[in-house]
């Protein structure tokens, strides 16, 4: 039986990374591939009870199980999460006990599990400056990994202004996976959750 599961995320650029995830899961759940469907919101996840309405709406049309991922940096001030842990307890708090459903948190934006693709993000800025972390998910709300792609992008040599939804998924275009889960425990638990739910072997520790 084929595990259906459905995916809310922020918008069309977490979009780039339904590929490159279901070629990963490809190799990892041979004959238990999920069926994956992205749900994209209009700039961030609902909240409180509108979130806890989309879940069981979700579940009511036949998925097995409801991830939700959002960024830590969602651009409030002050900001509305501290970090991963406590963007996933408020929105398991918003949705209640409901055991189908599986908060994670991009720590703190979408854009770092792009950053350890260095080779990529220079080719496409004409930028050789180094990033800003050997760790991207430490990049924080004081500039979030988003800002730094922009400023690669607009001081290098190709002098173009950087795009979420182009440049987002043409960084990620034919890359494995594997690198950046390894850079991004965050996305680790993302992958290992969906392994989990589709019987396969999760993610060890390094």
């Known amino acids: 039986m084929t595990v259906r599961i459905a ?7 977490e979009k780039a990374f339904a590929e490159p995830l279901r070629s990963y899961l490809s190799r990892h759940l041979p004959g238990r591939m999920p069926k994956l469907k992205f749900f994209p919101e209009d700039g961030r996840i609902p909240t409180g009870d509108k979130l806890k309405r989309d ?30 842990a406590d963007a996933k307890a408020k929105m398991r708090q918003w949705v209640g006990l409901e055991p ?15 950053l350890p693709y260095r080779s990529r993000i220079r080719k496409l800025s004409g930028n050789d400056r180094n990033l800003p972390s050997q760790n991207p998910e430490t990049v924080n709300h004081d500039k979030p990994p988003a800002e730094h792609l922009a400023d690669l992008f607009r ?8 795009s979420k939804t182009r440049d987002d998924a043409a960084i990620l275009r ?18 290992n959750t969906i ?12």
């Open 7 to 13: 995916i809310i995320v922020e918008g069309a650029t």
């Open 174 to 191: 034919g890359k494995d996976l594997a690198v950046s889960i390894a850079a991004c425990p965050e996305l680790k638990a993302l992958v």
């Open 55 to 84: 879940v069981e709406r979700l579940l009511a049309k036949d998925h097995d199980a409801v991830i939700a991922l959002t960024d830590v940096y969602t651009g409030s001030k002050p900001p509305e999460f501290s970090d991963a």
């Open 155 to 162: 001081t290098g040599s190709n002098k173009r202004a950087y």
């Open 100 to 114: 189908r459903f599986y908060p994670h948190a991009a720590q703190y934006e979408f854009e770092a599990w792009l």
């Open 195 to 206: 392994l989990s739910l589709s019987s396969g072997l999760p993610l060890q520790a390094p």
